[in-house]
């Protein structure tokens, strides 16, 4: 796993067994401490920014098919003053290299997958416009191969003001959404399918 994410994350990681750390880019500083668990295909890291201000959080997660096909799915989240971004990618191990994904293996995992049947973002009326704002937050298994999603409502409420505690904006948050969707591999075509939702976040 550790060859696989050098190979395809500008942040290298170093060490042996009980002790990894980066050495960073432009961006990163050195030296931060990496969690890595090897045999469920994990590592986990925080960095700060050589500016000083923000930090950046990197996940990965390792995913084995049936025919040994090895996918790593990168998740970076940058976390400035005002502003928080994310990017998931995935990566295949092939003759060496390290080989970004695209289109990658999830299925569209937006507001509208967080549907339930039957319910429309057209619910929120004048609101419709901040659907955009609508996040899905994803996180990798540290055990396991399901990724599970997490609805995230607080920059949609945030741009979209007073009209956010409209009791039926709140009403359509609350009943007409999913709060939690998984995301379940497939160990055979290396892709992931919608599993089970939930109205709780849970």
């Given amino acids: ?79 400035r003053p ?37 319910a429309s973002l057209d619910e929120l009326g004048e609101s419709r416009r901040f659907a955009g704002a609508l996040r899905v937050v994803l996180t990798l298994p540290r055990v396991g191969t399901t990724i599970v999603g997490r609805l995230d409502t607080s920059d949609f409420e945030e741009q979209a003001g007073a009209a956010a505690q409209s009791p039926a904006v709140r009403s359509f948050l609350g009943q007409r959404l999913y709060k939690r969707i998984e995301l379940v591999f497939d160990t055979k075509t290396g892709t992931f399918s919608v599993g089970a939702k939930s109205l709780t976040a849970k």
């Fill in 82 to 118: 005002m502003s928080t971004t994310e990017q998931l990618t995935f990566y295949e191990y092939r003759r060496g290299k390290a080989v970004k994904l695209q289109p990658g293996p999830l299925p569209a995992h937006g507001a509208e997958a967080m549907l339930v049947p039957g």
């Fill in 1 to 79: 796993m550790l060859e696989l994410f050098n190979l395809a994350h500008p942040t290298l990681i170093h060490g042996a067994k009980g002790s990894y750390s980066t050495a960073g880019t432009a961006d990163t500083r050195d030296g931060a401490p990496v969690e890595v668990d090897l045999e469920n295909g994990y590592l986990a890291f925080t960095e700060d920014f050589s500016s000083g201000v923000g930090t950046r959080r990197t996940v990965a997660a390792l995913f084995v098919t049936d025919d040994q096909r090895l996918l790593l799915a990168d998740q970076s989240t940058d976390a």
